[in-house]
C-alpha cells in the first residue's frame, strides 16, 4: 500500500462550507436571474405567428406562388421520365425506373422528393388564401389582387396535383388529412376550378384584364384535364374514343381566343428564380438534363452523338406534313436548353386553346374547324397546312402530333399516351404503365409513413 | 487593416508580455532554495520528459524537461517528500532536505506500471483530482508516449488508443476529417460527437471533406488527452456531454534552462489498390473490338471480358514534409513553451499531370504556454494557439464529379479517343480513354477544385488562487476562434474533352464561416479532512459557453469568359447568410468524501440552462453519484500476487439539447421572380426540452505481480429518455421539414476490457503488451409512433435506419427468395422449392426451374440484364408489401478494440506495434453495387462483365447463360428497386494500424552535432489490412467529418461509397533536443 501525504487540515469551522453553498446558492440566483443572457437572436427566419400580420400579405402570397412554382417544377421532373419526352442516361436508377414505366413504386428516391414540393406549394397557396380572405373579411387587406393571385396559386397547385399523382393528401400542419383517394382526385380539378371562378371575380371587379384572361385559359385547360381524368379512371383501360367532349372547355378557350386577339404566342409561363441555384431541388428537368446529365430528350424526339448520349446531334421527331425536323420541338428544346437550371414552364398557351377547340370539334364531328384550329397553331410556325386529304394523316393523328409537340415538357403528355394508345419504347412490359394504362404517381413513402390515416394509427 | 484573428493574438501577446514583466520581478527570498534532479526509466534509462515533479501538499512543482530534468525553485528550508507521477509509470517519492539557499538533488528511477491509480486527472471532477477517487472511467492519451507514432493529426493520436473510442474516417483523402465516436451514439437527432476542450476552452470541432477542426491543433504541442467516455462521467459537463468529452492539454513548460527541441517528419504515403476490383468489359462486335485492341495495344476479341485498372491515373505517391520545434525553459515563479510546427502535406491523389488539382494540406501552428506563479498562493496560466490551415482537393466522396468516382464508373469499352489514339490507352489529345460516363471524363473531374482556409486562435487564462491550504479558487477565461473560408471553382470551359455538359462556363461557390466562442468557467475547491477517516472534498463551481457563428457565402455559374473567377462575374448568383447565437450556462456542485483512503464516495450535480428554450424555460438539473472502493489501499493487505485492487462504480445523467430555435414555428424567405416570399420551415414544438441521458457504469481493476499486470473491466449501460426525435410530420401539411419531438427511447450497454502486462524485462530487453476489446449493444427501443428514420434521405442505396427494435443505424434491403427449407415452419411467405431458381422469366407466378430459364434464354435476351424478366424475384417476409424491410446488418461492431506491443532492447531502440480490429458489423457497398449492376455507370466488375458478356454472346449456349443469370442473382443484382440486395457485407477486419522504430544515438555521437539526444525514427501507417470485406476498405463511412445534427451525420455509418481508400503511409523522422 502506498504511503500517501495527508495535507489537508480538519475543517474548523462549517461556516466555511456554508459560506460555499451559499455562494454556490448565490451563482444559481444570478444564473435563473439573468434570463436575458438566454435571450438570443434569430434573424434568419420570422415567427410562425406574423405571417397573418397583414404587412405580410404580399410576402405570403409571393411564398405561395414560389414554393406552387417550385412544386410545378418537381412534379414535371418526375411526370416526364414516364414519358417518351424524356429517356434515362445517368446513374441515378429511380429515373429508370420512372422511364420503364414503374409509377407505383412509393419508395421511389424522386417520388419522395417531389412529393414534399408540391405539397408544400398546395398548403402555402390554401394558407395564402385563408390569410387573404381573412385580411379581406377584416378590412385589412390593402390590394385586392393579393386575394386573386392566392386563389390562382391554389389553383395552379390543385390543377398539378390532379394531373400528376394517383391520389393525395390535403393535411394541415400537423393535422394528417385522410387521403382524397384515387376515385375522387377528379374532385381537384373542380376545387381548382372554383378558386379561377373566385380569381377571376376579383380580377373583373379590379380591371385587371390580364388576370382574366389568363384565369379563362386555365379554366378552359382544367376542364379539359377534368375531362381527360374520367376519361381515364379508373385506370386500367385505353378509352375506345380518346377525344375529349367538354363543352365547357371550347367554350372558355374560344372565350380566350376572342379576348386575346392577335397574341397567338401567348402563354402563362412560370419561370424559376434565377437567384436560387437549385431551384425545385434536384429534381428539376433544367438540372438533371441542362447540367447533370441524367436524363436526355427521347430518341423519338432528338438523336444523340453515341460516344456521348448527353449531347444531341439532331432532331429526329419529322413534321408528319412537311416532312422536316419538327420546329417546334427545335424552338422548345434550344429554349429549354438555353435557360439551363432556369427553365420556363409553360402552364397553358393560346396554341392549347386552339387545340382544345380543334379536339372538341373533332369529337363533335366538325373536322374542318378542327384542322382549321390547328392549322393556326402550324401557321405560327411558317408550317404548311394539313390536309387530312393528302397527308395521310387522321385528323386524331394530327391531333395527337399536334399536342406532343406544342405541350412538350408541359405536363401533359403521359394523359395523352395513355388516352391515344401509346406505347413509349422505354416501358417496360411488365410496368404499370404498360399493364394499368391511366396509372399516374403513386404516394410515396414520405407521406405513407407519416400521414396516421394511412397507417391507420390517428 | 489588421485581421480580428491577429487583433485578438495582438491584444493577448501584450497582455502576455506585461504577465512577464510583472512576474519576472519575483526574486528568491533569503532561505529559499532549489531542488532539481532527473527523471529517467529506471528499465532503460531514458529520460522522460512530461513527468509531474511536485511537492505534495504544496503548490511546489514542475514537469520534467526533454531532457528528463526538473527544477522546482524558491522552497523554504526542510524535510520533504518530492513526488513524480507520470501516465504508465507507478509513483514514486524521495525524501530530500534542503539547507536555506542551497540545492538539493533528487533523481527518479521510474518503473513501468500496468496499472496506475494515483495517475492525476483534470477531466469530470473539475479539479484535479487522482483517478482513484473516481468511480468513473476516464480514458489518458499520454503523448509522450506516442512521440515515435505514426501520427500528424488529433485524431490518429485518438484512433485505436482506448476501447469504446472509435474514429470514423470518410475517406483517406489529406486533411478528410475523422468522426469519433465514444460508445456508440447516445442520441438520435443531435450530433454523437463528444464535446471538446483545449486547456479549458470549448472549440470547435466541426469538419468536413476539406480540413477538421479537430485536428487543427498542433499534435506536437499536446501533452495528453483525457477521455471521459459517458454521462456518468460527464455529468459536470452539463448539457451536450453526453457523449463525452475530450479533454485535451497542451505541454507547459518545465522551470530550468532554456532547452529547444526540433523534429524533421518524411512521410510518403499511397491508396493500397489490391482491394479495388479493375474496370473491365468486352466489346460488343468486331469493329468495337478492333479499336480497343488499337486503343489498348493488346489484343481484345468480341464478348470476352478485358480488364484496365483506371483507377490507376488518379493514385500516386503522396509526400508530407513536417517541421516543428519548441522552445521551453524557466525561472523562479515563470515556466514557459513555445511551440510551432510547419506542414505540408501532398496526399495520394494523383492525375496532376492531367487536371489543376491537388490534395494537399498546409498547416502553420503556433503554441505558447505561460505558467507563472508571482506568489505562493497565485498561480496563472495562459495559453495560446494560432493555426492557419489551407485544404484543397478534389470532388469526393459519393459525388459524379469525383476523379475516384468517375475511374471506377469507367468501361472500357466505352473508351474513345477524339484525336490520336497512342496505343497504350491513352489518346494524344481530346478523348475519354477511360470510358468516363456521360458526366465527365476523368481529366475534367480533375478541373473541379475545392479549398479550405482556416485561421484559428485559441487562447485562455486560467488564475488559481489558494486561500488556504484547504481552499482554492480558479477561473478560466477562453475563446475560440475560427474564420474558415470555404471554395468550390469549377473553371470556365473545363470540359477539355466535351463530354460534361455541368457548369462547363463556369461555376464557383464560396462560404465565409466566423464563429466564436467564449468560454469562462469559475469554480471552488474545498479539501478538508474531517476527522482521522473521513476527509471530504467540494468542488463548487460555474461555467457558461456563449458561441456566435456568423456565415455568408454565395454561388454563381456561367462565367463570360476565362479568367474571370468571383461570383459577381456570373450570370446566375444566389447568395445567403446566417445568423446562430447559442448560449449555454450551468451550475454544479459536486461533494467527495473519502475514507480511510480507500473508499471514495463522489456525489453531485449540474443546472443548466440554453438558450434554445428561451429566456422563460426553467433549467435541467443532471445528477450524479459514484463510488471507489480500493481495498488493496487498506492497512493490512499485502498480496504481492494481486498487488492493487479496485472496484468502482457510477451513475450519472447528461443531456443533449435541440438546436437554437427548433421550439418555434418558423418561415423562412424564399425568393421568387415576383418577389421576397415566405415559406414554411419548422413546424414547432412548444414542449421540447433536452433529452437525458442515465448512464451508470461498473467497474473493476486489478494489478498483478507488483502491478507488472493490469487487468480492467468495465461494464456501461445507458438509457436516454426523452430522446429527441426528428418526427416527419405528413409533408401534405405543408412543413416538410422534420420536427423535433421529445417521444424516443435508445438504449446500450457495453464492456470494455483492458489488459497491460510487463511480459518480459532484462538490462538489456523490456517487453510490454497491452491489448483491449469493447463490446457494445445498442438498441432504439422507442420512437414514439414517428415513423423510422432514414440516413441520407430519399437517396435510396444508403440503407441505414433509425427503426424500433434495432441498433441506430442498422440496415434494411431487398433479400431473393430463400429456399423452401430455410423457411421457418408456420411462415407462409414465397420460397423457392427445389430445384427452383428466383426468376419467373414465363410469369406463371411460380419460380422458375431451370429447364424454364434454360429455354428463356436459348437466346440472348435484347435488353441484357435490364430486361424486367430477369429481375430476381423478392421475398416479402413479413407481407407488408414493403420487400425493401428485410434487416440486412448493423453498422457499429460487435467488438472492436487495439492490440500491440511496445518493445526496448539494447537501450537505444524501441519498436511500437499497433493493430486494429473491429468484428459483428456489415458495410453497405454502393460502390460495387454501381459497378456490378448499373449499366450506365457501372457493371464494370470482372464478374459482372463477365457474366453480361456471356449473356449476351450469341455464342454462349443456354447454359452458359443460365450461370450468368444465377450470377446476376445471387451476386451481382443491386440498386433500387433492389435496394440492399447483394451490397451489404460483412466488414470485420483487422488492420495493421501502425509499427515504428526509433534509435536513440549515443549520448557522444548525439552531442556531437550539439544535441544533447537525438532519437531516428522509421514509421509506417495502416500497413496492412485482413479483410471479410470484398469492397475498396471496411473503414469507410458515407460522410466525412461533421458534427451536426442530421440522421446522415450520425448514422450513415458503414458506407464505402466511393471514398477514396485510407492511405498507407511510411515515414521517417529526426528528433533532436538541444
Redesign the interface.
Known sequence: ???????????RSSG??LG??A??LL??GL??G??????????????????ALPE?A??????????V?KGLAASLGVYSPITDEITY???R??W??LN?G?VS?P????L??A???I??G???AD?AIKLMEQHQADGELRDPILLARAYLYGALAYINIADTWDD??????????VPVGEESMGGLYDQAIEYLNQAMSVAQAQGRDDMVLTMTALRARTHHARAMWDMLNPPGTTPSNPLVSSTSAVQDARAFLAMNGSDEQWRYT????????VPGGEITLGHNM????ELQFGADLVDTDP?????ITGIALMDPVDGIPDPVVTAKIAEFQDA???TVITIVSAREMHLIVAEGELASGNTAEAVAQMNVVRGLDGLSDYDPATSGLTPMEMLVHERRVNLLLENRRLADMYRFGIDSRYW????DAMTTPGSFLTIPQ??L????HILG?C | MKHPIQNLALRIGTALLALLAFTAGGVQAQGEGQITGRVVDGQTGRPLPGAQVFIPGTQRGGLSNESGRYLILRVPAGEYVVRVQMIGYAQADQTVTLQGGGSAVADFQLHQSAISLDEIVVTGAGVQTEKRKLGNTIATVDAGNLDAAPITNVSEMLQGREPGVVGLPGGGLVGQGTRIRIRGSASLSQSNEPIVYVDGVRMDNSGGYYGSRLNDINPEAIDRIEILKGAAAATLYGTEASNGVIQIFTKKGSAGDLQWSMKLDQNFSSYPAGQIKPNSGFARTSEDASRLSQLFGRTIQPYEAFSVPMYERVFETGHQTSVSGSVQGGAEGLSYYLSGRWSDNDGPMGGEDLGPVRDTEKQRQATVNLSLTPTDKLSVNTSANYVHVINEGPNAGNSIYSPFSVSLYSKPERAVCFSEMLGNGECAGAGNPTGAPTFGTVTETLFRQYTNDTERFTGNVKAGYQFQPELRLEATLGVDWVDERSEGITPYGYNVDGISTSDTLGSRNVTARRRKEISVDVKGSWNADLNENITSSLVVGGQGFFTTTKSAGGNGNIFPGPGINVISGAQNRDNNENFLQVVNGGLFVQEQVGFRDYLFLTAGGRYDKNSAFGETSTGVFYPKVSLSVVPSDRAGWDSETLSTLRFRAALGKSGLQPGAFDKFTTFSSIATDVGAGLLPSNLGNPDLKPEVSTEWEFGVEGGFFQDRLGLTATYWDRSVKDALVPRQFAPSGGFTNEQLDNIGEVTGHGLELGLNAQAYASESMSVNVFANAAYMKEEVTDLGGAPPLKAQGTYPRVRNFVKEGYAPGAMFGAKLLQPCSQRPSGATYGCLESGQLPYDTNQDGIPDSEADLLAYLASPPSRSFDDPLLNPLLVDEDGNGDVLDHYLGKPTPDWQGSFGTDVTFQQNFRINVLFEYRLGFEITDITDAFRQANSGIGRNTPRAAWAEATLLNPNSTAQERLEAVKAWAYELKALSPFSGLNTIKPGDFLRWREVSLSYDLPGDLAGRMGASRMTLTVNARNLALWTKYEGNDPELSYLPRCTDSSVSCNFADGVDAYGWPIPRQFGFSIRAVF
Open positions: 500500500m502506498l504511503d500517501r501525504a495527508k495535507t489537508g487540515r480538519v475543517a466555511r462550507r460555499s453553498w455562494a454556490m451563482l444559481a444564473l435563473t439573468c434570463d436575458s443572457l438566454f435571450d438570443v437572436e434569430n434573424p434568419n427566419n420570422i415567427k410562425g405567428e406574423d405571417t405580410a404580399n410576402s405570403v402570397v409571393n411564398g405561395a406562388y414560389g414554393t412554382a442516361i445517368g446513374s436508377d429511380a429508370g425506373d420503364t414503374i413504386n419508395q421511389n428516391e424522386f419522395n422528393v412529393f414534399p414540393y405539397a408544400q398546395r398548403w402555402m394558407e393525395f393528401a390535403l393535411s394541415d400542419r400537423s393535422e394528417a388529412a412560370i419561370t424559376l428564380a434565377n437567384n436560387d441555384m441542362n447540367d447533370r446529365a460516344d456521348d448520349v448527353a449531347s439551363f437550371l432556369y417496360t412490359s411488365t410496368s414520405v407521406e409513413l407519416s400521414n396516421c394509427s
